[in-house]
């Protein structure tokens, strides 16, 4: 006995209904494209995911070096290392100083809350936990201010972690250097 035609198509498209048999078709489209999204993000634009590089002990992380003086340091041409401080209420340094062109890792730890560390206008972001010192690098193409907030709520006085990273020209930051250089020479001499 032959099956009629329109039971024939049926039990060769498993019954679904076309309607429905697209929004399927779509929905696996739309997972490709996030991974490959991912994908380039990751590989191609360089996009990093925060890690715990190592640890430190949050009792007497202050009392070591480089988190007893945090600040900027120039270890090559060019390329420089931030150690940044999230203590309740406040970012140590609160100002962060680099040349336009400059590639910084900003390292991050805290000796006492959890914190959250975001740079505006770029794809610096991570968690600062206790015990933990948290790496990114970036480089500033543009001159300016980008201002660093927490965005992890930590208490009372949360809403006083900020500071400002100034992006300023190689001829001022030059400038900026050697008056520094020479106020530390006279600290040291007088």
Known sequence: MELPEKAATEKKTMGIDPYERNWMRLSILLLVVFAATITIGGLAMGFEVPGAEQEVDPRTVLDSPPWSEPGVREVAPGVF???????????????????????????????????????????????????????????????????YI?????????????????????????????????????????
């Open 81 to 147: 290392e931030a150690y940044v401080v999230a203590q309740a209420w406040a970012f140590v340094p609160r100002e962060i100083t680099l040349p336009v062109g400059a590639e910084v890792t900003i390292n991050l730890t805290s000796p006492d809350l959890q914190h959250g560390f975001r740079v505006d206008e770029t794809n610096l972001n991570m968690m600062v936990i206790p015990g933990q010192v948290s790496t990114l690098s970036y480089t500033f193409d543009e001159l300016g201010e980008f201002p």
């Open 150 to 190: 927490c965005h992890e709520y930590c208490g009372r006085g949360h809403e006083a972690m900020f500071g400002v990273v100034n992006v300023v020209s190689a001829q001022e930051y030059e400038a900026l250097t050697a008056t520094d250089d020479a106020a530390t020479s006279e600290e040291a001499a007088g």
